[in-house]
């Protein structure tokens, strides 16, 4: 069965330093990947997507993804971050006409 | 676009009794809509998929007598939690796929904002 793996269930940086949210995704033959956040009492808001085409991703908020076949992974980046970046962020996974499967989260702090 | 709301956002219900969860999707047609489950600090739990028109499929380990799931429309899905007990306190997230490829959104689930359950 297809796993979504995301190292680090916390992270923090200090506001203005580099993001980096890690994922790997399990299965043989690339999924379609997705990198979600969401805010404390909110669903969750896709911030970009991966299916076909450019490994590098660009999604709202100054995020960016880069899908990496070679090490099954899909990390989630911002040059600069912002208090506003607290939050839980979600990689999932989702092979064609199959559900999607999410990794367990990871909860960024933003550190004045 | 690709909006899709809950309502409630919040109830509080007695033990025993039922509660009705509305997902809508506001400006796409949803072929698909999903239920989840999160408990705090956790991820996702798939309760079960529904497409218009058909019965239900639960994830294993849900009750489908419990958990009724109604999806009676393109841009309406129902959940009813039938007599609720405290256990069933939980965040309930719905999402809903497009199925015409056109917009190039069918591979993406959009969520709703959340519904927060309380049984007391």
């Given at each position: 069965?297809?796993?979504v793996?995301?190292?680090?269930?916390?992270?923090?940086?200090?506001?203005?330093?580099?993001?980096?949210?890690?994922?790997?995704?399990s299965?043989?033959?690339?999924p379609?990947?997705?990198?979600?956040?969401?805010?404390?009492n909110?669903g969750?808001?896709?911030?970009?997507?991966?299916?076909?085409?450019?490994?590098?991703?660009?999604?709202?908020n100054?995020?960016?993804?880069?899908?990496?076949?070679?090490e099954?992974?899909?990390?989630?980046t911002?040059?600069?971050?912002?208090?506003?970046?607290a939050?839980?962020?979600?990689?999932?996974?989702?092979?064609?006409?199959?559900n999607?499967?999410?990794?367990?989260?990871?909860?960024?702090?933003?550190?004045? | 676009?690709?909006?899709?709301s809950?309502?409630?956002?919040?109830?509080i219900?007695?033990?025993?009794?039922s509660?009705?969860?509305?997902?809508?999707?506001?400006?796409?047609?949803?072929?698909?809509?999903?239920w989840?489950?999160q408990?705090?600090?956790?991820?996702?739990?798939?309760m079960?998929?529904?497409?218009?028109?058909?019965?239900?499929?639960y994830?294993?380990?849900?009750?489908?007598d419990?958990?009724?799931i109604n999806?009676?429309?393109?841009?309406?899905?129902?959940?009813?939690?039938?007599?609720?007990?405290?256990?069933?306190?939980?965040?309930?997230?719905?999402?809903?796929?497009?199925?015409?490829?056109?917009?190039?959104?069918?591979?993406?689930?959009?969520?709703?904002?959340?519904?927060?359950?309380?049984?007391?």
């Amino acid at each position: 069965a297809q796993s979504v793996t995301q190292l680090g269930s916390h992270v923090s940086v200090s506001e203005g330093a580099l993001v980096l949210l890690r994922c790997n995704y399990s299965s043989s033959v690339p999924p379609y990947l997705f990198w979600y956040v969401q805010y404390p009492n909110q669903g969750l808001q896709l911030l970009l997507k991966y299916t076909t085409g450019a490994t590098l991703v660009k999604g709202i908020n100054g995020f960016e993804a880069e899908f990496k076949k070679s090490e099954t992974s899909f990390h989630l980046t911002k040059p600069s971050a912002h208090m506003s970046d607290a939050a839980e962020y979600f990689c999932a996974a989702r092979k064609q006409g199959q559900n999607f499967v999410f990794g367990p989260g990871t909860r960024l702090s933003v550190l004045p | 676009g690709a909006v899709v709301s809950q309502h409630p956002s919040w109830v509080i219900c007695k033990s025993g009794t039922s509660v009705k969860i509305e997902c809508r999707s506001l400006d796409f047609q949803a072929t698909t809509m999903f239920w989840y489950r999160q408990f705090p600090k956790q991820s996702l739990m798939l309760m079960a998929t529904s497409n218009e028109g058909s019965k239900a499929t639960y994830e294993q380990g849900v009750e489908k007598d419990k958990f009724l799931i109604n999806h009676a429309s393109l841009t309406l899905s129902t959940l009813t939690v039938t007599s609720a007990h405290p256990e069933d306190s939980s965040f309930y997230i719905c999402s809903a796929s497009e199925g015409a490829r056109l917009t190039g959104r069918a591979d993406t689930q959009y969520f709703g904002p959340g519904t927060r359950l309380t049984v007391l």
